[in-house]
């Protein structure tokens, strides 16, 4: 998606896109990081936060997931707490099919970097509020387990997720289209590859409101690190799916041990004064 200020307009975009979906069930749609407002500025986002379980934005969500009788994934939706009114979460939140909050994860590792793009100085901790817990959750097909964007470049959140049961990880993102094009594929098969989980990101794409340009490629990953199914980066919106087929997770995790290797193996930090 080219996720645009107003949610009106991006609700649009996602009941359009979900029209087209294939007819397999159970399925899960991961939408991208920021799907329901992008390139307004923190204070409109602040605006718009909403208390968790409750406000328009969450409740369309909700309404969609029944509607369509499927497990979406809203890519950071900014869920305010009565505790904290100066930040809020860049919270990850799980519908099921019948339309129930499953799951809210706020995005742990937040955007604090510099990069060689025309925004340059990303700070995203400035209002954002950092989230501090491993979230997984049962599904039909299997635990799901959630990380946004920039998490993606920490290996040792994935680890926890798969501690943590994950067979399928979601990674609704906004990649810099910088940073995208260097990163992006070899750091979203890794983690798939080192914890053995199919791993589906939504992704931003474009030229946005304040200048922004996101990567794109949107992917779905399997346990193996194949590429199932990516959108090119130049359409949007843009669907890409593919059919997972789980039933080889664990023919792969009994093949290559990594999880029991790591978990058996002796290590010793040497620190030399
Ligand atoms: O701010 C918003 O509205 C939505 N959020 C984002 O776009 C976030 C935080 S600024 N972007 C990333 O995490 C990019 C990561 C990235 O590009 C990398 O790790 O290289």
Same mark, same amino acid.
């Not at 040792?156 to 049961?165: I, M, N, P, S, V």
């Not at 589906?200 to 922004?212: D, F, I, L, T």
């Given at each position: 998606?080219?996720?645009?200020?107003? +949610?009106?307009?991006? %609700?649009?975009?996602?009941?359009?896109?979900?029209?087209?979906? +294939?007819?397999?069930?159970?399925?899960?749609?991961?939408?991208?990081?920021?799907?329901?407002?992008?390139?307004?500025?923190? @204070?409109?986002?602040?605006?718009?936060?909403?208390?968790?379980?409750?406000? $328009?934005?969450?409740?369309?969500? $909700?309404?969609?997931?029944?509607?369509?009788?499927?497990?979406?994934?809203?890519?950071?939706? +900014?869920?305010?707490?009565?505790?904290?009114?100066?930040?809020?979460?860049?919270?990850?939140?799980?519908?099921?099919?019948?339309?129930?909050?499953?799951?809210?994860?706020?995005?742990?590792?937040?955007?604090?970097?510099?990069?060689?793009?025309?925004? @340059?100085?990303?700070?995203?901790?400035?209002?954002?509020?950092?989230?501090?817990?491993?979230?997984?959750?049962?599904?039909?097909?299997?635990?799901?387990?959630?990380?946004?964007?920039?998490?993606?470049?920490?290996?040792?959140?994935?680890?926890?997720?798969?501690?943590?049961?994950?067979?399928?990880?979601?990674?609704?993102?906004?990649?810099?289209?910088?940073?995208?094009?260097?990163?992006?594929?070899? %750091?979203?098969?890794?983690?798939?590859?080192?914890?053995?989980?199919?791993?589906?990101?939504?992704?931003?794409?474009? &030229?946005?409101?304040?200048?922004?340009?996101?990567?794109?490629?949107? &992917?779905?990953?399997?346990?193996?690190?194949?590429?199932?199914?990516?959108?090119?980066?130049?359409?949007?919106?843009?669907?890409?799916?593919?059919?997972?087929?789980?039933? @080889?997770?664990?023919?792969?995790?009994?093949?290559?041990?990594?999880?029991?290797?790591?978990?058996?193996? @002796?290590?010793?930090?040497?620190?030399?004064?």
């Amino acid at each position: 998606m080219t996720s645009q200020p107003d +949610p009106k307009d991006n %609700l649009q975009v996602i009941e359009a896109l979900l029209e087209q979906l +294939p007819a397999a069930r159970p399925q899960l749609v991961v939408l991208p990081e920021a799907c329901l407002c992008f390139g307004a500025g923190d @204070k409109r986002q602040r605006e718009l936060a909403e208390l968790f379980q409750q406000g $328009s934005m969450q409740q369309r969500l $909700s309404e969609l997931a029944a509607q369509h009788n499927i497990y979406l994934l809203a890519g950071t939706v +900014p869920i305010i707490d009565q505790a904290n009114q100066q930040k809020f979460s860049a919270a990850s939140l799980l519908y099921g099919p019948d339309g129930q909050c499953l799951a809210r994860y706020n995005k742990i590792h937040l955007f604090d970097v510099d990069v060689a793009d025309s925004t @340059k100085t990303y700070r995203e901790s400035s209002w954002t509020e950092a989230g501090q817990e491993v979230v997984t959750v049962n599904t039909e097909f299997g635990v799901l387990g959630l990380a946004v964007c920039y998490d993606v470049r920490f290996a040792e959140l994935f680890r926890a997720l798969r501690d943590a049961g994950a067979d399928v990880i979601a990674l609704p993102s906004a990649f810099t289209k910088v940073t995208g094009a260097a990163h992006w594929h070899v %750091l979203t098969r890794a983690r798939a590859i080192e914890q053995q989980c199919a791993l589906v990101a939504g992704a931003q794409v474009g &030229v946005h409101a304040n200048g922004r340009e996101t990567y794109g490629h949107a &992917v779905v990953i399997d346990a193996w690190g194949k590429l199932l199914s990516t959108c090119d980066g130049e359409q949007s919106p843009c669907l890409s799916t593919a059919s997972v087929d789980l039933s @080889k997770l664990d023919t792969i995790r009994k093949n290559i041990p990594v999880a029991k290797h790591f978990a058996s193996s @002796k290590k010793v930090i040497h620190e030399s004064s």
